[in-house]
């Protein structure tokens, strides 16, 4: 048996590598927004929902990629536009979401004439099966994402932190919000190749939760949760290659045993108050 | 032209079929220390709301005539409960004080110098220069306060507005509080809302009952009935002049205790 670095020179492999350390990267800047702004159940749904769009692409012959771009969006910009306020139950309206766009993409992928295609690879993702086309959607996405991001970087963290007091001071908080849940839901969308849809919200969220434990500078729970993804994706790349594991599930238990190691860490070091 | 830098005008506002203000009018002159008391629920805060445009009342309106002019976008300071934004957030207080400058036409310009030199000078007058890089999970209630109000100061405001200033703050931290409002209260006007009725009681220049209705609004010796009316239970009234006590502790009555 080859070594992983032996592995390397196949093209799958390091496609998957490549595409691996892209999202680790959204993941790890998004995610501390989902953490912080607390909208994991709402990326979520948007994962969920997306299936939709992926089944219709299936049964007509495209790339399903192309499908779950559009469906996500719409979900996206469709929660955001909701008032909360006004709406009585906000997270029945996730649910509803999420089983729609579940259900129509079963039905479609059923509809689909001849191979069926394995529902398992949408469900819980396969890196390994990531093509050239792939990684370049991928990497487009990814540096899209990242430049918004960047671009209203003040704007966003203003928004996360004290929406009321944005809004007081006229900043376009409701732009702001959309554009976040946009950003999450190409995130979500590049995920679903990596690791499925049923285990995007973690690995949105747990190399941020493990990240915002250790650090308290937003700049440093950034950066934390980058190489904490990449830690976690690289690893679980390498404990499936070895142990011949599912590689997105593979990912998301590396990541929840560094979780319980740095919540134990975080409660056997006792904090001392810095500005008592 | 008015001395008035802010009237409310017959403001109803309510959710779904319960009505939470009831035609309440009122203004903010130039000088005021102006204290909106009543008890918990009464609609203090969703006045506030309605005044800072956050949300739009069913009827009436609110007008302003600040020196800025009338459109009070971004002129308005305000200063929030502590209930209303993330307290976990991984945020330097040096960082959340720069935010105040955040308005409209800054959204993808980065802070300039003269926001920094603002936040800056802001932090100074409140003693808060050694706290710049502390982060707000780990300062106490009375700092995290005066950065709050040092963020709604780097923009120079027209009326500083405070939601519950002292709901979660100690004993010292609200007396250091007077004095800064006091202070700041020799430029601007300013609004509290709160259900602590004593702790602003001698700087106080005028104030507004409200529970639904309007019941009172002026200097602040209203009588006994006044109060009891808006508080709808039996407080004792001592008169204004009497340092940091206008109403007695009832113990059957917890519409003015603190519930943090």
């Known amino acids: ?276 | 032209m008015t001395e008035n830098l802010v009237e409310v005008r017959g403001v109803t506002f309510g959710y779904g079929r319960e009505v939470i203000l009831d035609r309440v009018s009122l203004d903010v002159e130039r000088r005021d220390f102006l204290a909106v008391i009543g008890p918990n629920g009464g609609g203090k805060t969703t006045l506030l709301k309605v005044i800072l445009g956050l949300i739009r009342p069913w009827s009436g309106e609110v007008v302003f005539h600040l020196p800025s002019g009338s459109d009070s976008r971004g002129r308005l300071g305000y200063v929030p409960q502590f209930s209303t934004f993330d307290k976990d957030f991984p945020l330097r207080l040096g960082d959340m004080v720069l935010m105040g400058r955040l308005g409209n036409r800054a959204l993808l310009r980065p802070y300039s110098r003269a926001d920094r030199a603002a936040a800056d000078l802001a932090m100074e007058r409140l003693n808060l220069v050694p706290l710049a890089r502390a982060h707000v999970a780990e300062v106490s209630g009375g700092q995290l306060q005066r950065a709050l109000i040092a963020r709604a100061l780097v923009s120079d405001p027209d009326v500083l507005f405070l939601d519950e200033p002292t709901a979660s703050i100690d004993a010292e931290s609200r007396e250091t509080l007077r004095e800064l409002l006091a202070d700041l209260n020799r430029t601007i006007p300013i609004v509290v809302v709160t259900h602590d009725v004593t702790s602003f009681a001698p700087m106080v220049s005028r104030i507004a009952c409200i529970n639904r209705r309007l019941f009172y609004h002026g200097a602040p010796d209203l009588s006994r009935e006044v109060m009891e009316e808006v508080y709808g239970c039996p407080v004792e009234l001592v008169t204004h002049g009497v340092p940091h006590r206008v109403l007695d502790d009832h113990p059957h009555h917890d519409s003015h205790e603190h519930r943090h």
């Not at chain 1, 680790?24 to 969920?48: E, M, Q, Y």
């Not at chain 1, 009585?88 to 509803?96: E, F, K, M, T």
């Not at chain 1, 732009?175 to 946009?182: G, K, Q, R």
């Open chain 1, 1 to 276: 048996m080859p070594t992983f670095f032996e592995a390397l020179s196949y093209d799958f492999l390091r496609n998957a590598l490549i595409a691996g350390v892209l999202a680790s990267v959204l993941c790890g800047v998004i995610g501390t927004f989902v953490v912080v702004k607390r909208l994991a159940f709402i990326s979520d749904g948007i994962s969920h929902a997306a299936f939709g769009g992926m089944g219709v692409c299936f049964y007509l012959g495209i790339d399903p990629l192309l499908g779950a771009i559009p469906v996500a969006l719409v979900c996206a910009l469709a929660l955001g536009a909701v008032d909360r306020e006004t709406i009585r139950s906000y997270d029945a309206l996730i649910g509803v979401l999420w089983a729609v766009g579940m259900a129509v993409g079963v039905v479609f992928v059923y509809k689909t004439p001849g191979y069926a295609p394995n529902l398992m690879t949408y469900l819980f993702g396969n890196i390994l099966l990531v093509s050239h086309h792939d990684l370049r959607v991928i990497l487009v996405l990814a540096v899209s994402v990242l430049a918004l991001l960047f671009l209203f970087f003040k704007g966003i963290v203003a928004v996360a932190f004290d929406e009321v007091f944005a809004r007081v001071r006229g900043v376009r908080v409701r732009f702001l919000m959309s554009l976040l849940l946009t950003l999450i839901a190409l995130s979500v969308v590049i995920l679903i190749q990596i690791v499925g849809i049923i285990l995007v919200v973690a690995l949105l969220t747990i190399p941020s939760v493990i990240s915002l434990m250790l650090w308290r500078d937003l700049k440093a729970v950034l950066a934390g949760s980058v190489l904490i993804g990449v830690a976690i994706t690289l690893g679980g790349l390498i404990l499936s290659f070895y142990y011949d594991l599912p590689s997105g599930p593979a990912i998301i238990l590396l990541g929840a045993v560094l979780l319980v190691g740095a919540y134990g860490f975080k409660k056997v070091r006792r904090r001392r108050p810095v500005h008592p």
